[in-house]
């Protein structure tokens, strides 16, 4: 657009802003279809409608007739103040059961956050947003399943527990939620604010009865309401044993970005033994919501699954550019000098639909927050933004965004199994699929594409092991394997299997040439850091390569040829150090921004996003309490890919050869 055309666009978009909206005429509310109609007599005539009331006959008769008539022909009797009254509230009543905005306006009172005061429950602009994906699910009869990613301060909580507790109040009875926060203070908050709801509900709309709630079976923590013998509980994640799972309907889940894993604890088992109580079906609510913490957590998986439709949650982003907090007032005479001064990322916010008084406050924000990642964390304009946790990247967003698009659920999870004779003489090795409980402990290996049978092609594929440590709390150990036939013909290699988890090294070791001998005789890389440095209490690592070297015919070696005449020792392994280190990872950017490989791992890319430069500016890694054993392990393996000979074709040789052919540094 030309300077002209965005001000023209600017001022329709601020006139949508501040446009009438009221939700007891329903004037402004796009939420749900809705149908002007007129009531002659009441004490609201003309009403924005939803569009599911005019298929009920006494109110298109009410419409019809209006109020006095409809009382002489219906009733009978001679209308009066009082009847008509009386019929507007049974109007009412039959009204807030559709139209969920006129409910929160005239039902509820709530704290009016910032203002120390209480109002009536009025919606903001991204609560109307969020409201209408909730009503889509509800008036289609389908579960009201919700991943909210959202910004700060524009009350998503508040409308998912409002919502919650208006199909408890008007739509049900014995309909039970949980509320469940990271901390208790965040359920404690969240249970004041419907204390306040419930004990100031208007009682004409519960047939004259005063709400109340009182503790279940004498816990405070789970709440019966009176009118509905519903019940609330509310726990934590840190404490979830004050959850009551049994017989619920709805579930509220906040703040689930922040949820740690722990010893014996995930968040998505208490995700699953919440949700696994709610028999899905109309009316029955799963809402997930959370600002962005980092990526390859529960939420993040979550919210990717639900993007990629893989599973039944609708994932529902909220921009900061939508909160009018956000938003700076401007002179109509300073758009021109504004955007002639945009940058490409503010014309794409203008282009996303930010207004340029959002765009000029944003621009005096980023003064405030330089870090553009702690921006993009506190205020992002898109989901991956919101996801962006550090400021040091090493592989741009870009790039793992494009890397994500190739990956897809393994075909295979399980493990692969050694396998011996009578007389145990060995066997070719067995994939053996893991139960679903099985895959839950870790410890397997995904496999994209099974090896190909009959192949005659050396080197076709390469297998790579980065070495973590033993103990639950220490990093994982990987192995990686690549298919290199591609390149035979101008293609590039493909991630085509992955065994990750916590293993003895020496066990490792040797499940790498189990599946590097499944894989046609691989070329095994395996790094040789950890090994080098335990030292020889326990197991003498050094002694284990060497065996390995003696049993199995493609290991990769180090120490160069001339090195192995003049009589140096064979040093098996990839030493991954201040050189070589910098070396591969560069080499995986490359590849990145290339598309010189195809990746399947969708963990891998996860850890890409959390790969940084440390604050020393030279050292590369993890962010604190994260790993990067898939991100080495796919930096050496595709380093090798590219560095060593294409594959040729085996003449006459043996798979089970022992005789060791040197591969090295040297070599390639």
Partial sequence: MDKEEIIKENLRRLGEISAVYNPVTGEGSTSIPRQWTTFEGFPVENINLPVSMLGDENVSTLSRLGAAEYIRQVTGKEPTDRNIIQLWLQFCLKRIRHDFEYWARTMTTISDKGKGRDTAFTLNRPQRVYLK????????????????????????????????????LVHKRNWNSVICGDIEKQSSIVAGMLAKVISRYPQWATEGRKLTTSPYQGA?????????????????AQKPDSLRSEDISMAHLTEVGLW???????????????????????????????TAKGVGNFFHRTWTDAVEQRNNFTPVFIPWFLIDLYSKPLDKANYGSLIESMNEYEQELFRLGA?????????????????????????????????????????????????????????????????????????????VESTPGERESGNNLSVWLMPESGCDLRDRYVVTVDVGGT???????????????AMLSGG???????????????????????????????????????????????????????????????????????????GRPRRWGFHTNSSTKPMVINFLIKALRDGLYIERCLQTTYELDLYEFKENGKEMGAIEGNHDDRVMATAILIWVCYNH??????TNEKGNNRRTRIISEASI
Wanted: charge should be neutral; include cysteine.
């Fill in 645 to 650: 000979p294409l594959p040729t074709r085996t």
């Fill in 492 to 566: 590039v290699p493909e991630i085509v299997a992955c065994w990750h988890g916590h293993i003895e090294h020496d066990q490792l070791a040797w499940k790498a040439v189990e599946i590097a001998r499944a894989y046609n005789n691989a070329l095994l890389v395996i790094e040789s850091n950890t090994l080098e440095t335990e030292g020889t209490e326990g197991n003498n690592f050094e002694y284990i390569l060497n065996e390995i070297a003696g049993e199995y015919s493609n290991l990769y070696c180090r120490t160069s040829q001339t090195e192995i005449r003049q």
């Fill in 355 to 431: 207004t340029l008084e959002a765009i000029a406050w944003y621009r005096e924000k980023r003064r405030e927050l330089p870090d553009e990642w702690r921006l993009f964390s506190e205020f992002p304009s898109t989901a991956n933004e919101a996801f962006q946790s550090t400021g040091r990247r090493v592989f741009k967003i870009s790039y793992t965004n494009e890397a994500r698009k190739s990956c897809c659920p393994p075909t295979f999870v399980g493990d692969i199994v050694e396998c011996r004779g009578e007389n145990g003489e060995k066997k070719k090795s067995r994939f």
């Fill in 471 to 485: 103990g639950n709390k220490s990093d994982y150990s990987c192995i990686v394997v690549a298919d290199r036939v």
């Fill in 260 to 290: 740690k894993a722990t010893q014996g604890r995930k968040p998505e088992d208490l995700v699953q033994s919440i949700f696994g109580s709610i028999a899905s079906g109309p009316y029955t609510m799963k809402v997930i919501e959370s």
């Fill in 133 to 168: 994906a909730l009503e889509n699910l509800r008036l289609q009869e389908r579960p009201i399943d919700i991943i909210l990613l959202k910004a700060r301060q524009w009350g998503g909580s508040t409308l998912t527990q409002l919502y919650m507790l208006w199909i408890q």
């Fill in 220 to 236: 405070q923590k789970t709440r019966v309401i009176s009118w509905s013998n519903s019940r609330y509980s509310l726990g934590s």
